[in-house]
Nanobody, 119 residues
């Protein structure tokens, strides 16, 4: 059974930093595409950052230069380091794992963690 569990959200002032973590079980973060998505009230969920098995990363334009996605294979955990946070970064952030297995492609989501940035 694949599970991904986020941690690290909270309340921070504009300009501050937070680090989110996504611990995976039942699959390896180094073997799959792992991503962070966010959804703000009244808005659609959007991709924030992704890291694929080869290590390549991509980011939403709105977070480039401020957010960094990384992984620790030994801890089987993916991180999202967020710096220079802005009020518009306020959202529920969710970890996503795209797992390719014998039964095909499966999507796994965490429960989400709230990030609130005050002005």
């Amino acid at each position: 059974q694949v599970q991904v569990v986020e941690a690290g959200g909270g309340l921070v002032q504009a300009g501050g930093s937070l680090r989110l973590s996504c611990a995976a079980a039942g699959t390896s973060v180094s073997s799959n595409a792992m991503g962070w998505y966010r959804q703000a009230p009244g808005k659609q969920r959007e991709l924030v950052a992704r890291i694929i098995s080869g290590g390549s990363t991509n980011y939403a334009d709105s977070v480039k230069g401020r957010f960094t996605i990384s992984r620790d294979n030994a801890k089987n955990t993916v991180y999202l380091q967020m710096k220079n946070l802005k009020p518009e970064d306020t959202a529920v952030y969710s970890c996503h794992a795209l797992v390719i297995g014998p039964v095909g492609v499966r999507n796994y989501w965490g429960q989400g963690t709230q990030v609130t940035v005050s002005a």
